[in-house]
């Protein structure tokens, strides 16, 4: 469960891209959950990721409004609650099971992002939170940045298997090794640039394609 902020702090497209490529390269099923959707709407940034069918859910914490939708999510999963510092995870833990009462914060003004409020991640049986509910649900610590290469790395090589909405383009282009960055016809930065794959989604697969091919294979 990806929870990401519309505002206070600002969605990070890049580092949600990076999280959900992990995913999808690890076979786990990822779901976004946008907070603070009373501050800004965030249609647009949700309908890039519903039309490559990842489930997007907008969640007001202080109404309550989506949480009904992210419960019948995580029913019967084992679920981890993931985002930056401040986005707004233990709020939403707390719209979900309010007997839980953990603590939050508010921006920090001079840094611009979130205060760590959640230190170490907790895992919650869901049955003794709600009893009609199975599963597991872990409220985990906040983050300003990702460092997924040493642990979590995807090669270069395989990096567009983990961009979903590229399948249909790739077996189109003209080389079967098409790395979708210079190459002559190449489908997929054509549908980047007709916007059929959403430009900040291909920005994404650039930078990313760009770290892991600074690491070499045996690291």
Known sequence: MFVISCADPAP???ILDKLIAI??????????AFTKCDLEQAEELAGIYRSIGITVCMVNNLTG??????RRFIDGRVTAFIGNSG???SSLMNSLFPQLELETAVISKKLGRGKHTTRQAQLYRLRE?????TGYAADTPGFSTVDTERYCRIP??????SFREFSKFAEKCRFADCAHIKEKDCAVRAAAESGEI???RYESYLRMHEEASKINDWE
């Open 12 to 14: 990070n497209r890049f």
């Open 23 to 32: 995913a999808d390269s690890k076979s786990i099923e990822p779901m976004i």
């Open 65 to 70: 409004e989506g949480a009904e939708e992210v």
């Open 87 to 89: 986005v707004g995870k």
């Open 129 to 133: 939170l709600s009893p009609e509910m």
């Open 156 to 161: 270069a090589g395989e990096l567009d298997n």
């Open 198 to 200: 959403a430009r900040s």
